[in-house]
Each structure stands twice: as C-alpha cells, then as structure tokens.
C-alpha cells in the first residue's frame, strides 16, 4: 500500500524573500508575483528574469530549484488567504506576510510533482498551439468563401 506523503505548513517568510517590486531592479526567474495595487487577487510566475512593475510584491525563492513547485504551492493558498485578509482594492503587504504554505517534506515529493505540473503545461501549450492552427485554417477557409 502507497504511504501519503507528508506535508508541512510553512509561512511564507520561511520559503520566500519577499518585496514590493522596485522600479529598474531585475527578478531571477522563478519568482512569483503577487498582485497589489488595484489587486483582485492575481498570482503570477515570472518565468524570465526582468524587471516587475511596482504594483507586485516579489516572492523570490530561498531555493531556487524548487521555484516552479512553491509557485503552485502559493497559488493553491493565495486564494482562501486573500479572502480572509483583503481590505479593498489595495493588498496590504503586511498581510501577506501572514501567509502559510502547505508543502511536501520530502524531495522526492516535490520533484514527482514539479515533473507532472510540467508535463501538464507542455501538454496545454501544444494544445494551444492546435488550437491557433485550426482557427488558421478556419481564417483561410472563410476568406476564399467570402472574399
């Protein structure tokens, strides 16, 4: 019989550095960003290093490898959490540091995962890719019947 794996409930301070996001600095890669100003709740991963706009905080990984799995450990938080702490139209940053994160203890874990999340995505993004193909051809098809 499969044995559960073990999970963990971290803040986010103890994964993360976090920040508001300053005009002209660069972000590694693999930071996430959650929206502040003018927020409904939006969470995003920066998936290239660049420069954020002012209106995010910065979470940028303590470990870097495990990026891409902390980002859908805090998407999967973000939402109950924002709802309980919003305040209107602006975040307060302050709230956010209250944040807890459910994580798996063990690498193991947490390398199975971040391998299926990525499958996942390259097998959306092919579809996508179909997608924009059929809607080619149905752009071709109606231009020759109605030209």
């Not at 939006?42 to 902390?70: C, F, I, M, N």
């Not at 938080?77 to 798996?104: F, K």
């Not at 097998?123 to 051809?137: A, M």
Request: proline share 5%.
């Amino acid at each position: 019989m499969e044995e559960h794996p073990r999970l963990e409930t971290k803040n986010v301070t103890q994964l993360f550095d976090i920040e508001r996001a300053e005009k002209g600095k660069e972000y590694p890669a693999g930071t996430v960003l959650i929206q502040l100003s003018a927020s409904d709740g939006q969470v995003h991963y920066q998936d290239k290093a660049g420069p954020v706009s002012a209106q995010y905080a910065t979470l940028v990984p303590k470990e870097p490898k495990w990026a891409r799995y902390l980002y859908e450990c805090v998407k999967r938080a973000w939402p109950a959490h924002y709802a309980r702490t919003n305040q209107g139209i602006n975040y307060p940053h302050g709230s956010l540091l209250e944040l807890n994160v459910t994580v798996h203890a063990s690498d193991e874990d947490r390398e199975r995962l971040t391998a299926m999340v990525e499958e996942f995505d390259r097998e959306i993004e092919r579809e996508r890719r179909i997608i924009e193909q059929w809607k080619n051809v149905k752009k071709h098809n109606l231009a020759t019947l109605f030209p």
